[in-house]
DNA sequence: TTTATAAGTGAATTATAATTCACTTATTTG
DNA sequence: CAAATAAGTGAATTATAATTCACTTATAAA
């Protein structure tokens, strides 16, 4: 017997990824899919249930990628250093990845995506939240509730990343240094 | 002969922004939309030459609905006044109209949208980056590229909006005053 | 080697949804 | 009121894209 082939995954991946930036996810066929990934329709189906299976795959894959891999080992510095540290990476993260960046964007507020799919980045955010908390505890971050501060650090690097990546802005040491800046002021005491 | 019914316009608007909301840009359907608002799908191509002009012509207006008229008439009030007052409505406007926000976010990074409908909020992006460049002048404001700047802003109230929407919290004046406290905190030079 | 099994194929099928059009109806205007 | 015109209808058509399946190939295991 034959085995899968986890380069094919790969290719479908990419392809699809590729795809999104191109045309959308309205647009997304699956014919264009398999013809980008050099296989053929048919097989797509051998690898992934359908669509929506194959998206939300490539969603938590990219998720745990874009936010679980990014969260720091070392847990013993500073909270102001560490949250600088996940500011920077996952900055870095998003203005490296823009094609896979769209993509999540795209698809996660999009209807296709499942309710598994959609909790995937919960630890990321939770590790954040724990941050903010002990922040507080050490009357170094407002004392404000978190659905107030969250959003902010959320919705800037969200925003900023589509931003620069839209105007074409490298991203430097010193707009890494300014934007978290602008950040810290935000939240700091 | 018979005249347009302007309710009808508004029937299909309405039809397509509650639609959205329930199922999303994908399977948002012309014939949906037709029954929804109580129309015969045929009609729908009288007033629209098909699906993405009728999208376009919706984001248009909720667009000028949702920026521009927000823009407050009063021009001689303090720098900081001033974006209180823009904060404030935008985020208000934003947590009273989920359904028309919604439709808006996802058809903006949808390839369905023109060109000439992506432009329709520069008026008030300038607005908002002029107020910034005479902030900065008058030394209240950091002297940072508005690169940097009016993301957090942006991103902060879309980010803002509907995370409260999501966990059903209610807008109150705390949360505006606290809210705009931080994003000043986050510019204020 | 052989063979059993599962991957791989892509034309054909099926499903879905946009759009058209021959026809009916309402309303304006002379 | 009658005629003209454009709105309004929805079944039929067309377009598009998901999915299937009878068949071919590759390869792991015997």
Not at 18 to 28: I, K, S, W, Y
Not at 154 to 173: E, M, S
């Amino acid at each position: 017997m034959r085995l899968k082939d986890d380069a094919k995954v790969e290719a479908i991946f990419n392809a699809t990824i590729e795809l999104t930036g191109e045309v959308g996810l309205n647009r997304l066929t699956m014919s264009a899919i398999a013809t980008r990934a050099k296989i053929a329709s048919g097989t797509l189906y051998i690898y992934f249930n359908g669509k929506e299976q194959l998206l939300n795959n490539l969603y938590k894959r990219l998720i745990s990628e874009g936010t679980l891999s990014l969260l720091p080992a070392i847990t013993h510095l500073p909270i102001k250093q560490q949250i600088f540290n996940i500011w920077s990476s996952v900055l870095k993260f998003r203005m490296d990845n823009t094609s896979e960046v769209a993509f999540m964007h795209e698809f996660r507020y999009s209807p296709l995506i499942s309710d598994k799919a959609k909790e995937m980045d919960k630890e990321f955010v939770l590790h954040v939240l724990r941050l903010l908390n002990e922040g507080k505890k050490e009357l170094i971050v407002k004392d404000l509730d978190n659905d107030v501060l969250f959003p902010l650090l959320y919705g800037y690097v969200d925003n900023l990343a589509r931003h620069l990546t839209h105007k074409k802005i490298k991203l430097t040491p010193e707009i890494v240094r300014q934007t978290f800046q602008v950040c810290w002021d935000a939240i700091k005491a």
